[in-house]
Each structure stands twice: as C-alpha cells, then as structure tokens.
C-alpha cells in the first residue's frame, strides 16, 4: 500500500518537473460530425467443432442447419438430427466510416447455445446487418479462438474464453458505409465537452485558418463549427487533414479516482484542498476465550468439567495530525499522509471523509 502513495508522490512530481505540456493535437480532442462507425450483427453456424457443439437441448441450432441443407436441396426433418458438431452464434462486426464494397473487416463469433468449445470451426456464410436492417458485409471462415480446453470429460482445464473467436478479415463489405456527405460547415465533436476546451479550439483554429475572419465558432461545450476557407473549396478531407495537426491545450476538472476495490488512488495534479487538520488513529479491540479443563480424582463420582475463560484486550493508537495550509497540493497532501505512515485504504478514507467536509475542491469518481 505505501508503495502506491510513493508513486502517486513520484507521479505529482514528475509533473512538476517536466515543462509546461504543449498541448494534444485536434485530431484526439475531436471527431467530425457524420465520420463514425457503425454496429453490425448477424446470425450463423459454426461448423467443424470436434464433438463440442450444442447438445438437443439448444434447437435453434438444428433447425438452422436444417435450413442451410435445404438451400442445398436435402430435405431433413429437425427432429431428426443430433449433431455435436455444429453450434449457433451471433455474429458481430464493427463497419469502418466511408468503407467501400470489396473492404475486408474483422468479425467476433460467440456461441448462443450450449457449445463448450468453438476451437477448430468453421463459420459459415453469415449475413450481417446495420440497425436499420440492411445487410452490409457477409462473413465466413476459420474461428480463432483466444482460449482452450484441455483433458476429458472427467478432469479438464479451461483457459480463457473458447466459446468465443475472432475471424481476422472475415467479413467482405457489400455496401458502402453510410455516412453524411462533408459540407461547406464542418461540425467538430468533442470526446470531453467543456466550455474552457472548445473556447480554445475555437480560438487555435481561427488563428490558424482564419485570416482576419472567424471561421470557427464554439457552439456550446461539446460542439465547435468550422466554415470550410475558400482555398479548401471542395477539397474537405484535405482540410481536416490539416486541422487535425492543429495542437491545443485542452482544459482538465480537478478529479480525483478511487478504486475501492484493489485499494488505488488518482490524482490529478490540479487538485487543491481548502484549510482543514486531519486526525488520524486506530482504536483495536481483541477478545480471545480459552478453556480450562478440569479432570476429577481417581475412582471419584466427579465429571470432567470445562470451564470458559475471555480475555478482552483494548488497543488505542495515539492519532496522528495532519494540517493542511490554503491552497494546499495533492502532493503536500500525500507527503504528509505517507510521513504519518497511512495506507492507500486510510487515503481512500480520508479523501473520502475530505470531501463530506467541503475541503476536496475535485470530483471525487469511486470506481
């Protein structure tokens, strides 16, 4: 645990050390209004499965191998057939903005069913469709998958998730993405809406476009527009390509991140904490019972007889004072709860407890 307050220590002053950031590019604050991807999902089969498949109680899978056969022309009832080779998945794939017919995509099969094990299948021809139900890619061939099952029925070993694969370029678009065509007015999205951010986007990109006009406005926290400037004249995607390099320093709200459960703590560096003292202890009470046995004489009348015996032990920890100026840094703030020898827990207690106390001047995220 003091491990992780010396390295948030390390972290602040590190920091402090470096110099002044000079900022993030466009291109990682923003994305352009209509330049998205979109969601994909099919059903299929898995084939080829070493006896690993879906078992007669899954019957979605029976009946879709029935259907596939009959496209085939062999007529077979789904009631007849038991096949472990086989199992139903769903079918996910993520469609690329602007991707145009013949592109190939990545796609994800899991198993729906009962299946074990997707190792060594084959997915067969599988549509995939947008949310307004169109169909735009089809995909097939090998799963890969990132887990295995080792050993027989009886004692085995499972590793990772083998109900679940990947098919690298699996998928062959059939339908260009949708997409909104781009515009005389672009609309830039940011991934973090905040006033202070898209003032200074707004500012940057006229300094660098503008030319005596304003050629971009921030509309409210999380939107900024751009007029296209008359030299990019149809030439839009050459334009982004050069907005993209413009470097901003976005602005950041002081936060602060607890993870209760691994005992971890963030900081950011802006943080400050108003004036406020810190008592720190620990009261420790420990109740222990031992038993007495006592046996009787030879040849007696007497019983064995146990008796209880409690001992109860009262630890109190002198506390321990922490004060803290105006103005104050996470720094001096961990400095000084590492210097009284708190744990990452104690920190997450009293950051906490700051925070109740109107004294943590941050947003306080547990996790």
Known sequence: MKKILMLIVAGVLATHA???????????LVSIEGVR???????????????????????FSAQTLTN?????????????????NTAAVMVTA?????????????????AIGDASNLQGGILLMTMLRAANGEIYA??????????????????????NHPTVGRIPAGANVERAAPAKELGPVLHLQLRDGDFTTAHRIEDALNRAFGRGTLLARAENSALVSV???????????????????????????????????????????????APVAIMHGALSVEIQNTFTTSQPGPFSQGTTQTTPSTEIGVKEEKARNV???????????????????????DVIDILQALRAAGALNAEVDVI
């Open 18 to 28: 470096t110099e002044t950031p000079q900022g993030s590019r466009l291109k990682d």
């Open 37 to 59: 991807t979109n969601q994909l999902i099919g059903y299929g089969l898995v084939v080829g499965l070493n006896g690993t498949g879906d078992r007669r109680q899954t019957i």
């Open 68 to 84: 596939v056969l009959q496209h085939m022309g062999m007529n077979v009832p789904p009631a007849a057939i038991l096949v472990k």
């Open 94 to 110: 993520t469609l690329p903005p602007f991707a145009q017919p013949g592109a190939t995509i990545d796609v994800t099969a899991a």
């Open 138 to 159: 089809t995909a097939q061939g090998p799963v890969i998958t990132g887990g295995f099952v080792a050993g027989n029925g009886v004692t085995n070993q499972t590793v």
């Open 227 to 273: 007029t296209v400037p008359p030299e990019f004249t149809g030439r839009q995607a050459d334009f982004i390509a050069e907005l993209e390099h413009v470097v901003v320093e976005p602005d950041r709200v002081a936060r602060v991140v607890i993870n209760e459960r691994t005992g971890t703590v963030t900081l950011g560096r802006d943080v400050r904490i």
């Open 323 to 345: 004060m803290l100026k105006d103005g104050a840094t996470v720094e001096e703030l961990v400095q000084s709860l590492n210097a009284i020898g708190s744990t990452a827990r």
